[in-house]
C-alpha cells in the first residue's frame, strides 16, 4: 500500500492529467478492453500470481544490464521500492479491477521511475521483457487448448497496453514538469525585477534581447509594476552588446506598456557606439527618458519620487567626516 504522501502525490498528479472515471473507462474503449477479456483473464490468474517474483525479475534484470537504468538500479532503496509496486502490478494486472485506486497504483509507479530518471525508451524496453516472460509462461502452462491461452494472454495485454498509456504518460508529463520549471527559472534569470526601495524598480538587461526575451522581459516589468505599485522604473542596457531597430522598438513597446501601468521609465546604460547606430539606423528614441549610467539613472528616478538626493549625498558625507 502506498504511503500517505505518494498517495497524495498520485492523486493530485491524476487531477493534473485529467484522470477521472469518465477517461479511465475511454483509455479501456481505446485499448478495447471489454466484459469478455475480464472472464478470460481470470483463467491465467493463478499462472502469473505463482510467479510473480520471476516476472518482477525479468523486468528488473533488463534493466541492470542497461546503462540508462542505472540512476534507478544503484539504489537500492527506489530498486526495492519499485520491486515493491511492480510485484502490487502484477497482482493488479490479473484482479479484474480496473478502476480509479488501479489507475492511482500505475501513476505512483510512473512517479517512481520519473524520480529516478527513467527514460520511456528504457521502461518500455523493460515492459517488453515482461510481457514476453508472461506470455511465455502463459503458453508453457496451457494444457489442453493452447488457442484459448493465448486468447487470455491477449486480453491480459490490453491491460498491460491499458498501464503502458499511463506510465508513459507519467513520465512525459514529468519530463515536461521539470523543462517548465527550467524554464521558469531561466525567466526569472533573464528577466529579474529588482526593487530598490518603495516605488522604485530596477531591470538590467544582459545579452540578447529576441522577440520571446522581448515579451518575457515586458510580462515580468508589468507584473512587477502592479506587485509593487511602482512608479519609476529604471531600466538598464548596460549589458546589451548591440541594439538594431527591432531590439529598439522591443524597448519602446515596454516603454509604453509600462506608461499605460502608472509608471515612468529611465533609460540607462546607451554608450556611445550604441547611440551613433541609432542615429545611423534613424530610430526615434526622443520619447524616451535616457541618462548615460545606472547611478544617474537610479538618481533621477529618486528625485522623481521626491526624494532630495543632493541633501542624502551631503548628509553621508557629513557623517563619514565626523566619524
Known amino acids: 500500500m502506498p504511503g500517505q504522501a505518494e498517495s497524495r502525490e498520485s492523486l493530485a498528479l491524476m487531477q493534473q492529467m485529467g484522470l477521472t472515471s469518465g477517461t479511465i473507462e475511454r483509455r479501456k474503449q481505446i485499448v478495447g478492453l471489454a466484459p469478455a477479456d475480464l472472464a478470460r483473464i481470470q483463467t491465467i490468474k493463478e499462472v502469473v500470481l505463482r510467479e510473480l517474483n520471476d516476472f518482477a525479475a525479468a523486468f528488473f534484470d533488463h534493466l541492470a544490464a542497461l546503462d540508462e537504468a542505472r540512476t534507478l538500479t544503484a539504489n537500492r532503496t527506489l530498486v526495492e521500492k519499485a520491486r515493491q509496486l511492480k510485484l502490487e502490478h502484477l497482482r493488479g494486472l490479473v484482479s479484474g479491477e480496473y478502476g480509479e485506486r488501479y489507475v492511482e497504483q500505475r501513476i505512483e509507479l510512473g512517479l517512481l521511475y520519473a524520480a529516478a530518471g527513467l527514460d520511456t525508451r528504457t521502461f ?98 508589468l507584473e512587477a509594476i502592479r506587485t509593487n505599485r511602482a512608479k519609476v522604473v529604471v531600466m538598464d542596457i548596460t549589458g546589451v552588446a548591440t541594439i538594431d531597430s527591432r531590439v529598439a522598438n522591443h524597448i519602446l513597446q515596454t516603454v509604453t506598456a509600462a506608461r499605460l501601468m502608472g509608471a515612468k521609465v529611465i533609460v540607462t546604460g546607451i554608450s556611445a557606439s550604441v547611440a551613433q547606430s541609432l542615429v545611423a539606423l534613424g530610430i526615434e528614441l526622443g520619447g524616451l527618458d535616457t541618462v548615460a549610467d545606472l547611478q544617474g539613472g537610479i538618481e533621477l528616478a529618486e528625485r522623481n519620487l521626491g526624494y532630495d538626493v543632493k541633501q542624502s549625498e551631503q548628509a553621508d558625507t557629513l557623517a563619514n567626516t565626523t566619524s
Not at 527550467?182 to 525585477?193: G, M, N
Open 124 to 221: 518500455l524496453g523493460a515492459f517488453l521483457s515482461l510481457l514476453t516472460r508472461i506470455g511465455t509462461r502463459v503458453m508453457r502452462h496451457a494444457e489442453r487448448s493452447p488457442i484459448d491461452a493465448f486468447e487470455a494472454f491477449v486480453s491480459l495485454k490490453k491491460v498491460a497496453f491499458f498501464d503502458l498509456g499511463l506510465i508513459v504518460d507519467v513520465l512525459v508529463f514529468e519530463r515536461e514538469r521539470v523543462i517548465r520549471q527550467q524554464q521558469d527559472a531561466i525567466r526569472e534569470l533573464s528577466t529579474p525585477v529588482l526593487q530598490l526601495r518603495e516605488r522604485l524598480l530596477l531591470l538590467p538587461i544582459i545579452g540578447v534581447i529576441d522577440t520571446h526575451r522581448a515579451r518575457l522581459i515586458t510580462e515580468s516589468l
